[in-house]
């Protein structure tokens, strides 16, 4: 993987609620270890924009959406376990 | 929601409530507790409801958190003015606002609270509930008013701010109560402080400045502030002037720019604080002085330039003037020739400062003087003078010339006179004292006083006399002695006191002060004439004295008339004894001379046939004769006066005493006399002459009962000062010694110091009184002179009587051979002479010698007065040489006058006149009579008597 190649993703979350609130977090410190310098997260409360999550067919919040590179990846929870992320996201050797 | 839903029923509520439970406990363990909330394909999120409890939670703690952290009483209303929430702060201290009352709480409407508002603070609320309202409205996006309301503390002010309340569905407001009292304070506190410093600095004539160095290279960029007072002193309206330092620099003076620059660039560059004086022409014209002080403070930023200002004109100036008067003052206090301190006023006050003077006058250094009082060093001798100065300078402010009396460091005393002033230096008063030292001065004029108190009050009378014999003065003493009016004599010549002839008192005046001006002194005894012609003797001591550069002559004499009246009683009563003595030694003698004529009557009466008559009748003849012989001699003895002081030739006297002695004395004794014909005369008593040397002879000849030899020799002696036996009244000078010596018993030593005294005698009672020899010493010392004796014990005695040679002795005289001076009978004479003395000695000599005088001190003078008395003058003497008019010149006049005036002329130069040509024209005119100078009294009477009786010449 080019370097040159951010991650993108988006954080559906519901307002400050404790495992949204929990999941920012977990996010934030995964990309810190994991992918210094080639991610970028886009966070998207559902209580204040209810449509944009319908639209992009979220059920459940928090709720983290792998938008580039491509396919998409949705991963529902507080992001509390990496090793399952990383493993979702294809990232176990670099873990490693 | 208007309209009723239907009634659900009353079961079914509680089967659905289950199943919404159930349904959210299954998505929570399907998603393992991991989500908050679910979407809807409607697009619906429903927050799950342990998600929704705690984020209500959170939102409440955090708001209340936020609200009651605010330093503000906050306050939520709703769209009426309902209050709906409110933090701690303004449930706490709701009762210490005006517009709100105690208890206001939720649910309260707050607007009808401030609507109800009345007494102090409604006009506020008012105005509040007017704000909230229009903000409500929407009408103004924010409202906020200041108040205050009183509190124990002192007034509480507030701010009350109002803020629409938008982001929220619900419309409202909120009300927020700020307490600014703190800063309302500060903002009065500093407001005071400003208007207190802009008083100070207007006061001090202190201005300041600030730059904000935000450039320093660039200082016209920098914002610059100048206080109100900085404007004052540079004259300028600060609406009308823009401060920069460029303008302030260029308003310095030209001379003082580039001190002030450096000073300033130094400031900039190193942080230098610096203080400079500089002039400033001022926005008016003027010429200011100012002290600069400024500083750096780099701990702001930007780094502050500060500095004040200050306008010091007056002060330098006054500073300058006083500087000047100071300077002027310490030069006039340093070298004034006047003692002079200063120091505080009052009897506290210490010297501040003594000059050179002063330290001389009372002793003291400036160290020991500076700080003490007069009392400390104990310069007043009577403290109650100086309370009466103080007391006096304390009424007047200022006393002049009080004399008083100081203490030396010494302790000697000292007169001084004080003036005092005291100078008020603002607010100090200082004491300015000066002293005249007049101690010498006091000390002179006490002595002088002294001294003429001692003349006035002296019994002796005092004179003074100049080199020839004018006198200077006399004191009262003197001229009643002499029978003058107070102070007639001055100006009179000393001879005319002398009771002689005319020209024997001037010899004897003459020879008298030249004897003064030789040895220092002259004592003795002087024949004196009172005015009225009375005269008397006086006993007189002469000093020589230097008056003011001129030889002088003092003279002090004492009226002895009475002394020697009791004393010449004395002499006599003894010359009586001495008769007596002689008697005795004479019966024998005398009944030898009459026992042959005695015997011879008879023989007579009776005739014998035998008896040669012309034989006894011879022997009568030589016995009657050597009985008159006798008789003469001691008639003579016994008849003489005393008194008469005359020229004795002691040839002459001692011829008389060898004969008295070898007609009276026995045989056995054998006599010798000699007197040399140089012997000098005296002047003595001659009467008392032979009294002394007929005491003399009569003790030598007691002195040899058995016989023996009597010398009597006489020899000229010069006595000086270490003469042998001089008595100390006895001047040094030429003396006649008349030597009378035995070889008889001699007598002892013991005896020697008691021979002079009167009633001492070794001879038997009846035989002697003891007055011979006390009458030899009083006789000797009234002629000025005095005895010795030389004695040893069986072999002899010898006495030796000392008596001055008279004043004219160097040359011999035969005045009693010369016949008598002839006199005039009233002629007048003119005296023309320009020697002071001359016209005096002469003057009054020819006046006692029967001539009108007149006098002329020169030529012309005497023309004028020959012109004016030309019928009275007999006879002219005038001198030759003379200013103004010489003698030739005046005979001229004269004889043009009246051609036959008779004129004597007189003069020093032996040769000057006598030149053949002179000697011609006074011959022409008529002059043959010459007086050569100095002339005698006999010669000029002379001159003038034989003038007078010759025929007038033509």
């Known amino acids: 993987m080019s370097r040159s190649v951010p991650i993108k993703f988006r954080l559906y979350i519901a307002g400050s609620a404790p495992n949204s609130a929990q999941a920012t977090a977990n996010l934030r410190a995964l990309c810190r270890t994991h992918l210094p310098d080639r991610h970028e997260i886009e966070i998207v409360d559902v209580l204040r924009t209810p449509k944009l999550a319908l639209a992009h067919g979220i059920f459940m919040t928090p709720t983290l959406v792998r938008i580039s590179p491509a396919p998409i990846l949705q991963i529902v929870g507080t992001l509390s376990q990496p090793e399952p992320i990383l493993h979702a996201l294809g990232l176990e050797s670099a873990a490693v | ?954």
């Not at chain 2, 400003?194 to 660039?218: F, H, K, M, P, Y």
């Not at chain 2, 001692?454 to 003065?473: C, K, Q, R, W």
């Not at chain 2, 009016?485 to 024997?504: K, Q, T, W």
């Not at chain 2, 040094?732 to 009633?759: L, M, N, Q, W």
């Open chain 2, 1 to 954: 929601m208007s309209s009723a839903p239907p009634t659900p029923a009353a079961e079914d509520i509680p089967r659905l409530i289950e199943t919404l439970l159930s349904t959210e406990r299954q998505l929570v363990e399907l998603t393992r507790g991991e989500v908050d909330a679910v979407t809807g394909r409607d697009g619906r999120t429903f927050l799950l409801q342990r998600a929704q409890e705690q984020l209500r939670h959170r939102e409440a703690t955090r708001q209340e958190a936020i609200l009651n952290a605010l330093p503000a009483h906050i306050a939520l209303l709703d769209s009426h003015g309902l209050i709906i929430s409110m933090n701690e702060a303004w449930r706490q201290f709701g009762g210490a606002r005006v517009v709100q009352s105690p208890g206001l709480g939720i649910g309260l409407n707050y607007l009808e609270n401030c609507d109800r508002s009345d007494g102090a603070g409604s006009a506020e609320a008012h105005q509040v509930a007017a704000g909230i309202r229009a903000v409500l409205a929407g009408g103004t996006k924010d409202f906020s008013i200041e108040y205050a309301c009183p509190a124990p503390a002192g007034p509480r002010w507030f701010l009350l701010m109002v803020t629409p309340l938008t982001d929220n569905h619900l419309p409202g407001a909120v009300v927020m109560h700020v307490d600014i009292t703190d800063r309302k304070r500060a903002e009065e506190k500093l407001r005071r402080s400003e208007v207190s410093l802009a008083a100070a600095q207007r006061l001090a004539q202190l201005g300041s400045w600030e730059i904000e160095l935000v450039d320093a290279t660039n200082l016209a960029s920098c914002p610059t502030r100048w206080s109100d007072e900085l404007f004052r002193i540079f004259a300028f309206v600060p609406a009308q002037f823009l401060p920069t330092n460029q303008r302030a620099l260029a308003m310095i003076h030209r001379e003082d720019l580039p001190r002030v620059t450096q000073a300033f660039d130094q400031l900039i560059r190193a942080g230098t604080s610096y203080d400079v004086v500089y002039r400033i022409i001022c926005g008016d014209g003027q010429e200011r002085i100012v002290l600069e002080r400024a500083e750096l403070d780099k701990s702001v930023s930007p780094p502050l330039l500060s500095g004040t200002v200050q306008d010091i004109t007056q002060r330098a100036r006054t500073e300058a003037e006083r500087t000047q008067s100071e300077e002027r003052f310490t030069k006039i206090f340093r070298s004034s020739p006047i003692a002079i301190a200063y120091g505080e006023a009052g009897h506290q006050g210490g010297f501040i400062d003594v000059n050179e003077r002063w330290t001389e006058f009372f002793g003291y250094t400036r160290a020991e003087a500076i700080g003490r009082t007069a009392r400390d060093l104990n310069l007043w001798v009577d403290l109650a003078a100086q309370d009466t100065l103080l007391a006096q300078v304390e009424v007047a402010g200022v006393v002049t010339n009080f004399e008083c009396l100081f203490r030396h460091k010494t302790g000697s005393i000292k007169t001084a006179l004080l003036s005092v002033e005291i100078l008020h230096l603002g607010p100090i008063e200082i004491r300015l004292t000066m002293f005249v030292d007049i101690t010498n001065r006091k000390r002179d004029e006490e002595s002088l006083r002294m001294q003429g108190r001692v003349l006035e009050s002296m019994v002796e009378g005092v004179t003074v006399v100049n080199e020839s014999g004018t006198l200077l003065f006399s004191n009262p003493a003197c001229d009643a002695m002499f029978g003058y009016p107070r102070g007639a004599l001055i100006g009179r010549h000393i001879s005319v006191l002398n009771n002689m002839r005319a020209d024997e008192g001037l010899a004897f005046t003459t020879g008298m002060l030249r004897q003064v001006f030789q040895t220092g002194n002259w004592s003795g005894e002087i024949p004196n004439v009172k005015r009225d012609g009375k005269p008397f003797v006086t006993r007189v001591h002469v000093s020589a004295v230097d008056l003011a550069g001129k030889k002088c002559a003092i003279a002090v004499s004492e009226d002895v008339t009475e002394t020697k009246q009791l004393e010449s009683q004395l002499l006599r009563a003894q010359r009586m004894e001495s008769v007596g003595g002689l008697a005795g030694g004479i019966a024998h003698d005398m009944n030898n001379i009459l026992a042959p004529i005695m015997m011879a009557a008879p023989l007579l009466r009776h005739p014998d046939p035998g008896m040669e008559h012309e034989k006894i009748i011879a022997m009568i003849e030589v016995s009657a004769k050597r009985g008159a012989d006798l008789v003469k001699q001691l008639l003579f003895f016994g008849r003489g006066v005393e008194g008469q002081r005359s020229v004795v030739q002691m040839k002459n006297a001692m011829r008389e005493i060898h004969e008295m002695i070898f007609e009276t004395f026995p045989r056995s004794i054998r006599i010798a006399t000699d007197a040399p014909d140089e012997i000098w005369p005296i002047r003595a008593d001659p009467t008392q002459l032979h009294q002394v040397l007929l005491n003399l002879c009569v003790n030598a000849r007691d002195a040899m009962p058995e016989g023996g030899g009597l010398s009597l020799v006489a020899v000229n002696a010069v006595v000086d000062e270490a003469f042998p036996g001089r008595s100390v009244e006895a001047t040094p000078g030429p003396y006649v010694c008349i030597v009378v010596a035995d070889t008889g018993v001699g007598i002892p030593a013991g005896h020697r110091d008691k021979i002079f005294e009167p009633f001492f005698t070794t001879k038997d009672l009846g035989k002697g009184t003891g007055l011979g020899l006390s009458t030899v010493i009083a006789i000797a010392k009234g002629h000025n002179g005095f005895v010795t004796l030389e004695s040893e014990i069986g072999h002899g005695t010898t006495f030796r009587v000392y008596l001055p040679a008279a004043p004219a002795a160097t040359e011999p005289v035969k005045r009693a051979s010369a016949a008598p001076v002839p006199g005039g009978k009233n002629e007048t004479i003119l005296l023309v002479d320009d020697e002071e003395s001359i016209r005096m000695i002469a003057g009054e000599m020819l006046r006692r010698h029967g001539y009108q005088v007149l006098i002329a001190n020169d030529g012309a003078q005497a023309a004028v007065l020959f012109s004016q008395h030309a019928d009275e003058i007999e006879v002219v003497v005038t001198d030759f040489d003379m200013p103004f008019m010489d003698g030739l010149s005046l005979i001229r006049v004269l004889k043009n006058i009246d051609p036959g005036v008779k004129i004597i002329l007189s003069t020093g130069i032996q040769s000057g006149f006598r030149s053949e040509a002179r000697l011609s024209e006074l011959a022409a005119l008529g002059v043959r009579a010459f007086l050569s100078k100095p002339y005698s009294a006999e010669k000029i009477l002379s001159a003038i008597h034989a003038l007078i009786g010759s025929p007038a010449t033509q």
